[in-house]
Nanobody, 128 residues
């Protein structure tokens, strides 16, 4: 069992930045690939970014490439999402999730069903 707790969301003006954090507890953090997803009201949950267990491979959704950066600190059992140049369309609840290391290969990393555990989400609101 893994527990994930996100933090760092809030209200920010367009063009601003936020850094989300997701702290894990439970089984060995370094044995999990991690992902960030987001969900706006009335929309499906959308892939944002993913990072493999060691941190040396990262992947991004097309809408956030060049603006968001995912990273992890296994010693602190934390995964981060640095969000820059925020836009109103980035407004959503952001969720971190994990899957056993090596499971998020190819197109699987973009799918919610690949991930076993999820946090409760943190709200990001970007005003225009």
């Amino acid at each position: 069992q893994v527990q994930l707790v996100e933090s760092g969301g809030g209200l920010v003006q367009a063009g601003g930045s936020l850094r989300l954090s997701c702290v894990a507890s439970g089984r060995t953090f370094s044995s999990y690939d991690m992902g960030w997803f987001r969900q706006a009201p009335g929309k499906e949950r959308e892939f944002v970014a993913a990072i493999n267990w060691s941190g040396d491979s990262t992947y991004y959704g097309d809408s956030v490439k060049g603006r968001f950066t995912i990273s992890r600190d296994n010693a602190k059992i934390t995964v981060y999402l640095q969000m820059n140049s925020l836009k109103p369309e980035d407004t959503a609840a952001y969720y971190c999730a994990c899957a056993p290391a090596g499971r998020t290969y190819g197109s699987r990393r973009y799918k919610t069903e690949t991930y076993n555990y999820w946090g409760q989400g943190t709200q990001v609101t970007v005003s225009s």
